[in-house]
Structures are given as structure tokens and as C-alpha cells.
């Protein structure tokens, strides 16, 4: 690896990371020795980036700093490709459309050279078997996630059974066909998980919900990883 791209990829982790990083995590990733991420780091502060150190706990980088916003490598290019067609084939409509609508716009600004490799990426994410249709508008879902507000459902179960729910809404599971909407349920008192395309009606309330999203996440995905053990703990979206 080059050095300037050593360097790229020392703050593109930083970026990915939201707490301190060691000098040992980052030459383990980038199969450099800790000496080399000394002088790596030295040279970064040195041209002005904000990264600070501490003795016994690691480096950070001050939010604020960032790179120019295209500056992608080949793999980047694909991997962002590969998720735009996962979307579609996966996703619903309305983020099947903004996935295309960002390749196309990422697509105008690359250099020249690299275009070909994002828009001809030969990596596809094909669908095989006929797509639930959903009765409601997933974006719904979606913008209630975002803005904390509850939900009120018409849903029916496994066996067909219609009931009235609201609900905190945390996540959105996108499966092969299928859509799936983790929240807290006011009926049951606990964490469920409710099938997009078994909702009969679906409405946005002035509710705010009381507690942080990712403290809700956190929760759930905690009692998952009970319940389920290693294969959660696998997946282990941090």
C-alpha cells in the first residue's frame, strides 16, 4: 500500500470510528507495524489534521475535519454500486428510486477513469422469487424512525387475526421480499417485530416516543443476543 493511501485510510477509519482508536488497532488493520502508525499520525498532524492523543487510551480526530467527498478508491466504488443494487432489489420503491438517484449523482463528479468502474461494476444483487407487496407506504415507517414520532397499525398475525397496535418504531429490516419493522409495542409491553406487508393501515401519531432510538436499539439488540446467542452477537451491527 502506498503511503498516501495509508494515510487516506488511516482517517477514513478515524471517521468510522466513534470512540478512541489505538495505534495497535490501526496497524493491526492495516498490517503496518505500530511504529509506522506513529510516524503516520505524526505527519497527518503535522499537515493539519485534528487527531489527539493520549497516552493508555488512543487517538481521536476532532469531528469538523473531513476529505473531499469523492475522493473513492476502485473498491469503494463497487462496494457503493453493490449496495445501490441490493436496494433495488431488496428496498422499497421510494428508496429503490434515491439509491439510482445517488449513483447517478456520484456518477457526474467522479474523474473520468473512474466512472466505468462504478457503473460498470460486475457485482449484482439479483431477486429471485415474487416480492411481497406492501399495503402501506414504507416511508412512512421510515420518517417516523427519524423523527421519534409513534405509529398507529392495523396488523394481522400468523393466523390472520387483526388487531390495533402503537408502536415505537426503532428499525426497518430489509429481507429478500420481505420487510420487517422492529419497535416497542404499547399492547405487549415489549420489543416485536412486525411484517410490513401484513399491515393493513398505518398513520403517523403527535406522539413523541419518550426514549432515544438507540437506546431502544440497544435493548433490543441486547435481548436478541440473549435469546439468539453467538449467531446475534455475529452480526453485531456496531
Keep these: 500500500m502506498r503511503r498516501a493511501d495509508r494515510l487516506l485510510q488511516i482517517i477514513q477509519l478515524f471517521r468510522r470510528k466513534r470512540g478512541p482508536v489505538t495505534a495497535a488497532n490501526i496497524s493491526q488493520e492495516l498490517e503496518v507495524t505500530v511504529r509506522t502508525v506513529y510516524r503516520d499520525i505524526a505527519s497527518l498532524v503535522a499537515n493539519g489534521v485534528p487527531i489527539r492523543g493520549e497516552a493508555g487510551i488512543g ?17 469503494e466504488l463497487e462496494a457503493l454500486m453493490l449496495g445501490a443494487r441490493l436496494v433495488s432489489s431488496s428496498g422499497d420503491t421510494t428508496l429503490a428510486r434515491s439509491a439510482n438517484d445517488a449513483i447517478a449523482k456520484i456518477a457526474s463528479v467522479v474523474p473520468a477513469d ?57 428499525a426497518l429490516a430489509y429481507h429478500q421480499g420481505v420487510r420487517l ?51 446475534m452477537s455475529a452480526r453485531d451491527p456496531n
Design 181 to 231: 419493522m422492529v419497535s416497542w409495542c404499547e399492547l405487549r409491553k415489549d420489543f416485536r417485530h412486525f411484517r410490513v406487508d401484513r399491515m393493513l393501515s398505518l398513520c403517523v401519531t403527535e406522539e413523541k416516543i419518550p426514549e432515544r432510538r438507540d437506546t431502544l436499539f440497544h435493548r433490543w439488540w441486547k435481548g436478541e443476543t440473549e435469546k439468539y446467542g453467538d449467531y
Design 59 to 75: 487517538y481521536v480526530m476532532d469531528d469538523g475535519y473531513d476529505l473531499p467527498p469523492l475522493m473513492f478508491s476502485a473498491d
Design 114 to 170: 473512474l466512472r466505468p468502474i462504478l457503473l460498470d461494476a460486475p457485482l449484482y444483487a439479483p431477486s429471485f422469487g415474487n416480492r411481497v407487496v406492501d399495503i402501506v407506504d414504507v416511508g412512512i415507517i421510515r420518517n417516523a424512525i427519524r423523527s421519534r414520532q409513534k405509529l398507529k397499525l392495523e396488523y394481522l398475525d400468523a393466523e390472520k387475526k387483526p388487531s390495533a397496535r402503537t408502536v415505537w418504531p426503532i
